[in-house]
């Protein structure tokens, strides 16, 4: 069955505030984890935007990390 024109879909990427939300973060902190490398962004002109696979990676690393190392590598924020 074809998909109509109304249903939507997953953005392709998402914005820093959309990312911030769903990661339940502010957007300073996730910048700040864009600037420690923790999650990376994809530069469109001056805008950047999140690839929601990243994201998920991201969620993956820190479950298991263990978080005295992510303190002792200040990595707390």
Known sequence: MPA???ERTAPMLLDAREVAAALRISERTLFRLVKAGAIRPVHIGRALRF???????????????????????????
Do not use: H
């Open 51 to 77: 690839d929601p696979r990243d994201l998920r990676l991201f969620i993956e690393r820190q479950k298991s990390e263990s978080p005295a190392l992510a303190v002792a590598e200040g990595g707390a924020l």
């Open 4 to 6: 109509s024109s109304c």
